[in-house]
């Protein structure tokens, strides 16, 4: 069995400050962790994956992400968010034969 | 070109009628799946198709009904309609079923009323 637990509902930051998402995920595999992001209204956008490659992946839109085997984390960054970044976050684990499962979400928020 | 294009996008209906979503992908992906999305923004996966088989049947209630006519769609019916089926319905593809990252649909919002 396997789980991801996003551990912040929302995140507020101010514009050009840096951005932390954080995931914890457990899996009994070699997990592949993936970072999506939903616009209001929008559907979901592959931000940055990480399948056993380099532990730090760099993504989209300046985001990276960094695998932490021994802290089971795989927390989403940016060193200075942008307005456009607000949008909801979902951190995903997959096992080897594609089951994917989904965190509850965080919900950026960016203040002027 | 939308990659995976949902239809429609809204829908407003009835409690117990039946209605039906459709997908298309256009990426030669094997893989196809439906995920509903409630209104705390949980995501949890209905079905996934590979190559027109069907792969994963979560616990889903059998009024929810998929359909493969080929690799490139993925419809969905959903018989006699009640208000917990209100959500975000979301498509997706893959390039099979070990993929390494979804392309989502932008959804379609039912509403059930």
């Not at chain 1, 976050?89 to 989904?102: A, E």
């Not at chain 2, 209605?19 to 990426?27: A, D, H, P, R």
């Not at chain 2, 959903?78 to 392309?103: K, Q």
Request: glycine fraction near 6%; charged fraction near 20%.
């Amino acid at each position: 069995a396997q789980s991801v637990t996003q551990l912040d509902s929302h995140v507020s930051v101010s514009e050009g400050t840096p951005v932390l998402l954080r995931c914890n995920y457990s899996s009994s595999y070699s997990p592949s962790l993936f970072w999506y992001v939903q616009h209001p209204n929008k559907g979901l956008q592959l931000l940055l994956k990480y399948t056993s490659a380099a532990t730090l992946v760099k993504g989209i839109n300046g985001f990276e992400a960094e695998f932490k085997k021994s802290e089971t984390s795989f927390h989403l960054t940016k060193p200075s968010a942008h307005m456009s970044d607000a949008a909801e976050y979902f951190c995903v684990v997959s096992d080897p034969i594609g089951d994917m499962r989904f965190g509850a979400g965080t919900r950026l928020t960016v203040k002027p | 070109d939308t990659a995976v294009s949902q239809t429609p996008k809204y829908l407003v209906t009835q409690m117990g009628n039946d209605k039906s979503i459709k997908c298309e992908q256009n990426l030669g992906h094997d893989t196809m799946y439906w995920y509903k999305q409630d209104s705390k923004k949980f995501l949890k996966i209905m079905f996934s198709y590979n190559n027109k088989e069907l792969i994963i049947n979560e616990t889903v209630p059998n009024r929810f009904s998929p359909k493969s006519p080929d690799k490139a769609h993925l419809n969905l019916h959903i018989n006699s309609l009640e208000l917990g089926d209100s959500a975000v319905y979301f498509c997706a593809s893959s390039h099979n079923r070990y993929h390494y990252g979804y392309t989502f649909g932008s959804g379609t919002r039912l509403t059930v009323v």
